[in-house]
């Protein structure tokens, strides 16, 4: 088999029909990986700390969710119940042991996010065993896939993509236009100042790390009905979320959406493309952002 | 030198004599001791994504001991199991098995490693001479490659050439019958994924040569999601899809293609399907997979079969695995080989290994054999069938024919330059 099949990709791009299943497919990739990016770059530019342990926080959600589905066969509160629950998770790390190590070196930080990489996968064990699990698709979304403009898109999927563009709109807007975005905005630039004027800068730092996990274990959750779930399941989540902070310039919310979209379209029309080498082109495009604009395709704009 | 020494034996050193002295005599006692349990060692998978398949071997050895113990051992001599984690990297099986004979004394080694694992033990075993049976690796060469062969290693795993030869005739037969000539192949990316498939097609397209792959997905081992793969099978439509994909990677892939319709649109042979693991965890089966039997308690349909996976199931609660009745196999062979040659010793228990049939609930007919050529196991039930989503999930296998598997694996062995 070629490496090389631009037959299929430019036989894609000419059919509506293959063009629209492969966009939603890209597009299901990449918002669930916005999810977990943008708190990952959130964390960052507000605290300044690079949280090696988020894919812990996808891997709860989705746990959580499943057990709340099984608890209450309520969908909807399977999915409060995944975010809400990472939400506080967050906030007990962040106070609890990451507030510890603000002023440490790299290293520190990164032991630290570490050995919680492994005690979170171990608790996991500890509670839901060792094996494989599945929450299974909620009846409601049992049904036959939509056909648009002769393309496949199953209706789960679009509820998906609608959660995390809501999601996506409502981050951005309530940090550019509410009065706290405005605050978490300016302990990003000063936390000095900040504090000095009488805002209580931990109480911003948990909630911000509390935000960030609470749309990790969204992410986590809203993939729990189509992923199976392990312990450690969070770790290649967290590796895609790097390179699309990387290439969407750490610390920028619009290059995070930017990003997982990128790499979500690569991914879609990579395998029909270059069916040996997708994963090799989403890291040649990560090497090729680094070179050209190390700080990121938007990373000159604070979050 | 300023230091004088005192001649004669200083009152610390007879201390020492005297302690040494105690252990020396003591130490008959202990081996004695020893010499009335039989050490097995048992490096497997015990932490990470395989440790189900791990603990399920380790769970049906001790089941196995039990029995063999409460009857008297093997040669009378009471076996005493030592199970270690390799974490399932190779270089870890290979120290843990090289520790457990030296250093533990074991005599005996039970591989319950993945391939990867088992070709690292199987040196030690090239190495330290001890007899070794494999009980996870279903890669061929293993013992096929007369370059791989020693005296003292045997396996009572499933073969993959076996499996191949099966699935590929089964398939055969359907796309024959319903015109199924353009198929797709999905399987992870790595020696398994590759050769399996590749196997599986020769003989596809050797029973029925109208068949042609008009698409190959490659997704990763442990992979999350499928999506872009899904999307792409069915730009595709093909016919019919064969999937190698196996645990949790399977049941994503299942949960993924379900929602996009994928297995109403053709007919999906999957190899790994019919294994508890996967059929109890997916929550909406789609009804009709084409499955190759791994371990079910309905196939072999009989009452010894029933009763084992029902006894497991009672101590565990949990059913077996594919890994589990390969490693109760080799318990099996164990106490019968060591009956037959009246000795718990390693070689003798070789000698006695070579050939010997045993009864089986895992058995096409009842029994199986250790086949004396290439000291690999055959004769296990073999076969394939459709997919229900309640028990007993399988309801209809048909079974492999062990004359054809037999002329073809000659045949194939020939090919490779093996025979």
Same mark, same amino acid.
């Given at each position: 088999?070629?490496?090389?099949?631009?037959?299929?990709?430019?036989?894609?791009?000419?059919?509506?029909?293959?063009?629209?299943?492969?966009?939603?497919?890209?597009?299901?990739?990449?918002?669930?990986?916005?999810?977990?990016?943008?708190?990952?770059?959130?964390?960052?530019?507000?605290?300044?700390?690079?949280?090696?342990?988020?894919?812990?926080?996808?891997?709860?959600?989705?746990?959580?969710?499943?057990?709340?589905?099984?608890?209450?066969?309520?969908?909807?509160?399977?999915?409060?119940?995944?975010? %809400?629950?990472? &939400? =506080? @998770? /967050? !906030?007990?790390?962040? #106070?609890?042991?990451?507030?510890? +190590?603000?002023? *440490?070196?790299?290293?520190?930080?990164?032991?630290?996010?570490?050995?919680?990489?492994?005690?979170?996968?171990?608790?996991?064990?500890?509670?839901?065993?060792?094996?494989?699990?599945?929450?299974?698709?909620?009846?409601?979304?049992?049904?036959?896939?939509?056909?648009?403009?002769?393309?496949?898109?199953?209706?789960?999927?679009?509820?998906?993509?609608?959660?995390?563009? %809501?999601?996506? &709109? =409502? @981050? /951005? !807007?309530?940090?550019? #236009?509410?009065?706290?975005?405005? +605050?978490?905005? *300016?302990?990003?630039?000063?936390?000095?100042?900040?504090?000095?004027?009488?805002?209580?800068?931990?109480?911003?730092?948990?909630?911000?790390?509390?935000?960030?996990?609470?749309?990790?274990?969204?992410?986590?959750?809203?993939?729990?009905?189509?992923?199976?779930?392990?312990?450690?399941?969070?770790?290649?989540?967290?590796?895609?979320?790097?390179?699309?902070?990387?290439?969407?310039?750490?610390?920028?919310?619009?290059?995070?959406?930017?990003?997982?979209?990128?790499?979500?379209?690569?991914?879609?029309?990579?395998?029909?493309?270059?069916?040996?080498?997708?994963?090799?082109?989403?890291?040649?495009?990560?090497?090729?952002?680094?070179?050209?604009?190390?700080?990121?395709?938007?990373?000159?704009?604070?979050? | 030198?300023?230091r004088t020494r005192k001649p004669g034996v200083s009152r610390r050193a007879?201390?020492?004599?005297?302690?040494?002295?105690?252990?020396?005599?003591?130490?008959?006692?202990?081996?004695?001791?020893?010499?009335?349990?039989?050490?097995?060692?048992?490096?497997?998978?015990?932490?990470?994504?395989?440790?189900?398949?791990?603990?399920?071997?380790?769970?049906?050895?001790?089941?196995?001991?039990?029995?063999?113990?409460?009857?008297?051992?093997?040669?009378?001599?009471?076996?005493?199991?030592?199970?270690?984690?390799?974490?399932?990297?190779?270089?870890?099986?290979?120290?843990?098995?090289?520790?457990?004979?030296?250093?533990?004394?074991?005599?005996?080694?039970?591989?319950?490693?993945?391939?990867?694992?088992?070709?690292?033990?199987?040196?030690?075993?090239?190495?330290?001479?001890?007899?070794?049976?494999?009980?996870?690796?279903?890669?061929?060469?293993?013992?096929?490659?007369?370059?791989?062969?020693?005296p003292n290693a045997f396996r009572t795993a499933r073969q993959g050439v076996?499996?191949?030869?099966?699935?590929?005739?089964?398939?055969?037969?359907?796309?024959?019958?319903?015109?199924?000539?353009?198929?797709?192949?999905?399987?992870?990316?790595?020696?398994?994924?590759?050769?399996?498939?590749?196997?599986?097609?020769?003989?596809?397209?050797?029973?029925?040569?109208?068949?042609?792959?008009?698409?190959?997905?490659?997704?990763?081992?442990?992979?999350?999601?499928?999506?872009?793969?899904?999307?792409?099978?069915?730009?595709?439509?093909?016919?019919?899809?064969?999937?190698?994909?196996?645990?949790?990677?399977?049941?994503?892939?299942?949960?993924?293609?379900?929602?996009?319709?994928?297995?109403?649109?053709?007919?999906?042979?999957?190899?790994?399907?019919?294994?508890?693991?996967?059929?109890?965890?997916?929550?909406?089966?789609?009804?009709?997979?084409?499955?190759?039997?791994?371990?079910?308690?309905?196939?072999?349909?009989?009452?010894?079969?029933?009763?084992?996976?029902?006894?497991?199931?009672?101590?565990?609660?949990?059913?077996?695995?594919?890994?589990?009745?390969?490693?109760?196999?080799?318990?099996?062979?164990?106490?019968?080989?060591?009956?037959?040659?009246?000795?718990?010793?390693?070689?003798?228990?070789?000698?006695?290994?070579?050939?010997?049939?045993?009864?089986?609930?895992?058995?096409?007919?009842?029994?199986?054999?250790?086949?004396?050529?290439?000291?690999?196991?055959?004769?296990?039930?073999?076969?394939?069938?459709?997919?229900?989503?309640?028990?007993?999930?399988?309801?209809?296998?048909?079974?492999?024919?062990?004359?054809?598997?037999?002329?073809?694996?000659?045949?194939?062995?020939?090919?490779?330059?093996?025979?």
């Amino acid at each position: 088999m070629l490496p090389l099949d631009i037959d299929a990709l430019t036989g894609c791009l000419a059919s509506s029909a293959c063009l629209v299943t492969q966009t939603t497919s890209g597009f299901i990739i990449g918002m669930l990986l916005f999810l977990v990016a943008v708190g990952l770059t959130l964390i960052f530019g507000v605290l300044k700390v690079v949280n090696f342990s988020h894919g812990a926080f996808y891997m709860f959600g989705a746990y959580f969710a499943m057990t709340a589905y099984q608890l209450t066969g309520s969908f909807a509160l399977a999915m409060l119940c995944g975010a %809400a629950g990472t &939400a =506080i @998770l /967050g !906030l007990v790390f962040e #106070r609890g042991f990451m507030s510890r +190590v603000y002023g *440490a070196d790299v290293l520190m930080q990164l032991l630290v996010c570490y050995a919680f990489v492994l005690i979170f996968d171990d608790v996991v064990r500890m509670i839901w065993g060792p094996e494989f699990k599945s929450m299974g698709m909620p009846a409601a979304f049992q049904v036959a896939p939509l056909f648009i403009a002769g393309g496949v898109v199953p209706p789960y999927y679009l509820l998906l993509i609608g959660v995390a563009l %809501a999601a996506a &709109a =409502i @981050l /951005g !807007l309530g940090l550019a #236009r509410t009065r706290i975005g405005k +605050v978490i905005r *300016a302990a990003a630039h000063n936390p000095g100042m900040v504090s000095a004027l009488g805002i209580n800068t931990g109480l911003i730092y948990g909630g911000v790390f509390a935000l960030g996990g609470m749309l990790a274990g969204l992410a986590g959750a809203l993939a729990a009905p189509v992923r199976s779930l392990t312990p450690g399941m969070g770790f290649s989540v967290l590796i895609e979320s790097f390179i699309v902070t990387v290439i969407g310039g750490m610390g920028s919310i619009l290059g995070a959406l930017i990003g997982a979209l990128l790499i979500g379209m690569i991914r879609s029309f990579g395998s029909l493309g270059f069916p040996l080498f997708t994963e090799g082109l989403m890291y040649l495009f990560m090497v090729i952002v680094l070179v050209s604009r190390p700080t990121g395709l938007f990373g000159k704009e604070v979050a | 030198m300023t230091r004088t020494r005192k001649p004669g034996v200083s009152r610390r050193a007879t201390l020492a004599m005297m302690g040494a002295g105690a252990v020396t005599f003591a130490t008959p006692w202990v081996a004695r001791a020893q010499a009335k349990t039989i050490k097995v060692g048992m490096p497997t998978i015990l932490s990470g994504r395989v440790a189900q398949l791990g603990t399920s071997s380790r769970n049906a050895v001790v089941l196995e001991v039990e029995k063999v113990n409460a009857a008297g051992g093997l040669a009378g001599r009471q076996i005493e199991m030592v199970i270690r984690d390799s974490k399932g990297q190779p270089q870890e099986a290979a120290r843990v098995a090289r520790e457990l004979v030296n250093t533990d004394g074991c005599e005996i080694l039970i591989d319950a490693e993945a391939s990867s694992g088992a070709f690292a033990v199987h040196e030690v075993a090239r190495d330290l001479g001890v007899l070794c049976i494999h009980t996870n690796s279903e890669t061929s060469s293993l013992t096929a490659d007369p370059k791989q062969h020693i005296p003292n290693a045997f396996r009572t795993a499933r073969q993959g050439v076996h499996d191949s030869i099966v699935g590929g005739s089964y398939a055969a037969a359907i796309a024959k019958a319903k015109g199924l000539k353009k198929w797709a192949t999905c399987s992870p990316d790595y020696a398994y994924g590759r050769d399996t498939t590749g196997e599986y097609v020769t003989y596809l397209k050797r029973f029925a040569p109208d068949v042609e792959i008009i698409s190959e997905s490659w997704p990763k081992l442990f992979q999350p999601d499928y999506t872009e793969v899904v999307t792409k099978i069915l730009q595709a439509k093909p016919q019919a899809l064969y999937s190698c994909l196996w645990g949790g990677d399977l049941t994503s892939y299942i949960d993924q293609a379900n929602i996009y319709a994928l297995f109403s649109q053709m007919e999906v042979f999957a190899v790994n399907m019919a294994d508890y693991t996967a059929l109890t965890v997916v929550k909406n089966l789609p009804k009709g997979i084409h499955s190759g039997n791994r371990y079910i308690k309905t196939y072999p349909a009989t009452t010894e079969n029933a009763a084992w996976g029902d006894a497991y199931k009672a101590k565990y609660n949990e059913y077996p695995t594919n890994w589990s009745w390969e490693n109760a196999t080799a318990i099996m062979l164990l106490a019968e080989a060591s009956k037959k040659a009246n000795s718990a010793d390693g070689k003798k228990i070789a000698e006695a290994l070579r050939g010997l049939k045993i009864k089986s609930p895992f058995g096409a007919d009842g029994t199986v054999t250790m086949r004396a050529e290439d000291q690999t196991l055959v004769g296990y039930a073999i076969g394939w069938g459709t997919t229900i989503p309640q028990e007993p999930y399988v309801p209809q296998v048909q079974a492999g024919d062990w004359k054809t598997i037999f002329e073809l694996e000659a045949e194939w062995k020939k090919s490779k330059g093996y025979a």
